[in-house]
Nanobody, 117 residues
Framework: QVQLVESGGGLVQPGGSLRLSCAAS????????MGWYRQAPGKQREMVAV???????NYADSEKGRFTISRDNAKSTVNLQMNSLKPEDTDVYFC???????????WGQGTQVTVST
């Protein structure tokens, strides 16, 4: 059974940093594209950053230069370092894994990130 568990969310002031972590179990992470998505109430979930099995990274335009995604296949983890946070970064952030061969998608339960004074 695939399980993704996020951690690291919380409250931070504008300009601050947070590091989100996602621990995957039940998968061989090396064969999965991993990523982070965000979702506001009443809105569609949208991509923040993804990292492929070849370590190719893609970012949403609003996050380029501020966020960095990384993965550790040996530990089956994917991390999102978020710097220079803005109030508009406030959302629930979800960890995502997609098995490349089948297209099967898996999601974590989400972690709240709040950027506010």
């Amino acid at each position: 059974q695939v399980q993704l568990v996020e951690s690291g969310g919380g409250l931070v002031q504008p300009g601050g940093s947070l590091r989100l972590s996602c621990a995957a179990s039940g998968i061989t992470s090396v064969i999965y594209t991993m990523g982070w998505y965000r979702q506001a109430p009443g809105k569609q979930r949208e991509m923040v950053a993804v990292i492929t099995t070849y370590n190719t990274r893609n970012y949403a335009d609003s996050e380029k230069g501020r966020f960095t995604i990384s993965r550790d296949n040996a530990k089956s983890t994917v991390n999102l370092q978020m710097n220079s946070l803005k109030p508009e970064d406030t959302d629930v952030y979800f960890c995502h894994a997609r098995r490349v061969a089948t297209g099967n998608d898996y999601w974590g339960q989400g972690t709240q990130v709040t950027v506010s004074t």
